[in-house]
């Protein structure tokens, strides 16, 4: 059984930084295509960053320049640098992966999700 465990999040003031971790088992992902998106209450998930097999990297814009996005396929790991918190980027976390090929932002390609980390970014 394929499992996702998202790892990193927490409560940090606006203007600091956390590092989110998702750490795949159950199988090996090469080949798989991995994304975080996050939820904030009452909306719908939406994408934040994407990053292919190869290394090629998507960003939502209204994370550019603020998170970066890794993995470490040796240990079937992705990770989520997230600086400059603003209050607006308190939600769910949750890391995916793809097979499949198409954009990174689209939730439908996705096969599997981890259970999600809270962020809180307070004022």
């Known amino acids: 059984q394929v499992q996702l465990v998202e790892s990193g999040g927490g409560l940090v003031q606006t203007g600091g930084s956390l590092r989110l971790s998702c750490a795949a088992s159950?199988?090996?992902?090469?080949?798989?295509?991995m994304g975080w998106f996050r939820q904030a209450t009452g909306m719908e998930r939406e994408f934040v960053a994407g990053?292919?097999?190869?290394?090629?990297?998507y960003y939502a814009d209204s994370v550019k320049g603020r998170f970066t996005i890794s993995r470490n396929s040796a240990k079937n790991t992705v990770y989520l640098q997230m600086n400059s918190l603003k209050p607006e980027d308190t939600a769910v976390y949750y890391c995916?992966?793809?097979?499949?090929?198409?954009?990174?932002?689209?939730?439908?390609?996705?096969?599997?999700w981890g259970q999600g980390t809270q962020v809180t970014v307070s004022s």
């Open positions: 995916a992966a793809k097979a499949r090929g198409g954009p990174y932002y689209e939730t439908r390609l996705y096969d599997d």
């Open positions: 990053i292919s097999w190869t290394g090629n990297i």
């Open positions: 159950g199988r090996t992902f090469s080949g798989y295509g």
